[in-house]
């Protein structure tokens, strides 16, 4: 069936540097990458995605990178600051407006 | 522009007993969906519903169901509680893309079921 494996599970970084957060899914019609990310008690917010035939797709310091052939996609946080800090999920589309998440990753800013 | 609204944003219920979740999606938006979220389970799909359709479930039991209304507003509904239904009930709405489009979520519902 469709799954998503998404890493690491936590990540600790110190303020400035980059943050990688990587997922893999099985379905190869998936066409839609959407990455989200959830303060603690908020909604989860869109951040960015990228559609099937886009290789990299880049908004100020959030990038996301997806290999179609491999079926990875990750997402690159540069210069990291402490309000970045959250829970970060990948998501799939599963057909129409059905999104499979990956378990997330938290993201931890150490000033 | 209004954003999804959920309600009740808490509710506590006693096992057996069945509960009803309410969203109002974004004005324009026809797809809604629902997830349910735990912290062992992450964020797992339950329906997706359009111009009153479902055209998608996910893999829970048949005591979540759900519907849509001519406007759009949607409602699940779980019956016979267990213990185990205690989670965070997001609803998302969006507008129509092939492929898929991005989810605006509601504050969600907070279920407790004691």
């Known amino acids: 069936g469709e799954n998503v494996e998404q890493h690491p599970s936590t990540l600790s970084v110190q303020e400035g540097d980059s943050a990688v957060i990587k997922c893999t899914y099985s379905?190869?019609?998936?066409?839609?990458f959407p990455w989200y990310k959830q303060e603690l008690g908020k909604r989860p917010q869109l951040i960015i995605d990228?559609?099937?035939?886009?290789g990299e797709k880049k908004d100020q310091r959030i990038a996301v990178t997806l290999n179609k052939t491999a079926k990875h996609f990750s997402l690159h946080i540069t210069e990291t600051q402490p309000e970045d800090s959250a829970v970060y999920f990948c998501?799939?589309?599963?057909?129409?407006?059905?999104?499979?998440f990956g378990a997330g990753t938290r993201l931890a800013v150490h000033p | 522009k209004a954003g999804v609204t959920q309600t009740p944003r808490y509710l506590i219920k006693t096992r057996g007993q069945q509960v009803t979740l309410s969203c109002s999606p974004i004005?324009?938006?026809?797809?809604v969906s629902w997830y349910q979220q735990t912290p062992g389970q992450g964020l797992q799909f339950l329906f997706e519903?359009?111009?009153?359709?479902?055209?998608n479930k996910g893999n829970f039991p048949g005591r979540f169901s759900g519907r849509q209304f001519s406007n759009s507003r949607s409602e699940m509904n779980v019956s016979t509680l267990e213990l185990g239904d205690s989670a965070l009930y997001l609803c998302?709405?969006?507008?129509?893309?092939?492929?898929?489009?991005?989810?605006?979520f509601g504050q969600g519902t907070r279920l407790t079921v004691v």
């Open positions: 998302a709405s969006s507008l129509e893309r092939p492929g898929g489009t991005e989810a605006f």
């Open positions: 379905d190869s019609a998936s066409n839609y």
């Open positions: 990228i559609r099937s035939n886009v």
């Open positions: 998501a799939v589309s599963g057909g129409y407006n059905k999104l499979i």
């Open positions: 004005s324009g938006h026809r797809s």
């Open positions: 519903y359009f111009s009153e359709t479902q055209r």
